[in-house]
């Protein structure tokens, strides 16, 4: 199975700042790489597809990035509403696994 | 408007079974694979098995394969996973997922259902 890391585990941010999230897969994936927001008690939510297609409705401040083995979600200015846990996923093959997640957390 | 809607969750004794269930509408479903994907308390997500649209590929997380099944109902545009020989380490929130259009391979899911919470416990 291939192994999905996310780093950092969790991080505390300010509104307005840009936030960085990276996800290393245990073998190359191609660009199979893909981003869910998930808030408690809500559905999670597809943010980025195909490493850095931005799915319908997402606001432009999310973006991604990568390929191989090495990704990137990136928040360009944080929002309140943004604070949540991330979870990037790849779908190169089965299992599809998730990494473990990035809290981000009001400073 | 897509809608996904679990039900079917509940408490369980360790080796009893359950049936889930996710009803779908705003979309033409038998387009589409499927999945369930499941979050134990304090966890992370976990995929738990995948469904093409015409139930010709059928995938499994090792970790219940042998014990769920998943199956599919287009003409009721239902989604089902028939969970058996449960454990405690069953215990999570169900969700069901959409995948793509036409798949047979996992792909990304594109919306998500609200969820469903199973308890086996004694």
């Known amino acids: 199975d291939i192994q999905m890391t996310q780093s950092p585990s969790s991080l505390s941010a300010s509104v307005g700042d840009r936030v960085t999230i990276t996800c290393r897969a245990s073998?190359?994936?191609?660009?199979?790489l893909n981003w869910y927001q998930h808030k408690p008690g809500r559905a999670p939510k597809l943010l980025i597809y195909?490493?850095?297609s931005l799915q319908s409705g997402v606001p432009s401040r999310f973006s991604g990035g990568g390929s191989g083995t090495d990704f990137t979600l990136t928040i360009s200015s944080l929002q309140p509403e943004d604070f949540a846990t991330y979870y990037c996923?790849?779908?190169?093959?089965?299992?599809?696994?998730f990494g473990q997640g990035t809290k981000v957390e009001i400073k | 408007e897509v809608q996904l809607v679990e039900s079917g969750g509940g408490l369980v004794k360790p080796g009893g079974s359950l049936r889930l269930s996710c009803v779908a509408s705003?979309?033409?479903?038998?387009?589409?694979?499927m999945n369930w994907v499941r979050q134990a308390p304090g966890k992370g997500l976990e995929w738990v098995s995948s469904?093409?649209?015409?139930?010709?590929?059928?995938y499994y997380a090792d970790s219940v394969k042998g014990r769920f099944s998943i199956s599919r109902d287009n003409a009721q545009n239902s989604l089902y996973l028939q969970m058996n020989s449960l454990r405690a380490e069953d215990t999570a929130v169900y969700y069901c997922?959409?995948?793509?259009?036409?798949?047979?391979?996992?792909?990304?899911?594109?919306?998500w259902g609200q969820g469903t919470l199973v308890t086996v416990s004694s």
């Open positions: 997922a959409r995948g793509s259009v036409g798949a047979t391979t996992v792909t990304h899911v594109d919306y």
């Open positions: 705003g979309f033409t479903f038998s387009s589409h694979s």
């Open positions: 469904i093409s649209r015409r139930n010709s590929h059928i």
């Open positions: 073998q190359s994936i191609n660009r199979y």
């Open positions: 195909a490493s850095s």
């Open positions: 996923q790849h779908s190169y093959s089965t299992p599809p696994t």
